[in-house]
């Protein structure tokens, strides 16, 4: 609420004293401080790989519980033929577990714990993209000293071959073709004129 003689609120004269229209001095050196930090390149980074690592937990936790291809999902074998696990072969010491046959509790503490391994994994990777996105993105910016489609573009192109690099250049080219595609969509359809414009 904003009440007479309280920053931002109305003056005993009517009109608010030297306020912007939300409320607050925009000459204030906090918020001039607040609004330095929130537009460097470092906090944005930060603030992109947090945002990444919730949504990738909640995305990986999701997925986790949709998930059947858990090693405790139904008795296998190592080895070939029915009902047989070929990836378990080389595994010495593999013992097949079937679920059902454990108590409720021991049910419960695997899938949670694969659930939470899962969920950490997938929070690490979106992270990892969040952050290194945004940080070039931010870079290239204020290279380039504009902001249009091409940073989104040129972003995605340097994510997506940082990420494929370990497979090699065809690899990379692809990851950067890709990111870069899909960047100008993304980019593209948050620029279009609302329909209320």
Not at 95 to 119: A, I, Y
Not at 148 to 166: F, H, M, S
Not at 174 to 183: D, M, R, T, W
Request: glycine share 18%; charged share 15%.
């Amino acid at each position: 609420m904003n009440f007479p003689g309280m920053p931002g609120g109305a003056a005993p004269g009517g009109a608010g004293a030297g306020a912007a229209p939300g409320g607050y001095d925009p000459n204030d050196p906090n918020i001039k401080m607040m609004q330095k930090a929130m537009e460097s390149c470092f906090a944005k980074t930060v603030m992109s790989g947090g945002a990444g690592f919730a949504l990738g937990g909640v995305f990986g936790m999701f997925m986790a519980s949709m998930a059947y291809d858990t090693p405790y999902h139904s008795p296998t074998t190592p080895g070939t033929g029915p009902g047989a696990n070929p990836a378990a072969a080389g595994i010495p010491g593999y013992k097949p577990v079937d679920l059902s046959s454990m108590p409720l509790k021991e049910q419960l503490k695997h899938g949670f714990k694969d659930m939470g391994q899962r969920s950490y994994s997938t929070a690490k990777n979106f992270a990892k993209v969040g952050a290194l996105f945004s940080g070039i993105e931010c870079g290239i910016e204020g290279l380039r000293a504009k902001n249009d489609l091409g940073n989104g573009v040129a972003a995605g192109c340097l994510t997506g071959a940082i990420l494929a690099k370990n497979g090699g250049p065809q690899a990379a080219a692809v990851g950067c073709a890709g990111f870069a595609a899909f960047s100008a969509a993304i980019d593209a359809w948050m620029r279009m004129p609302s329909e209320e414009d």
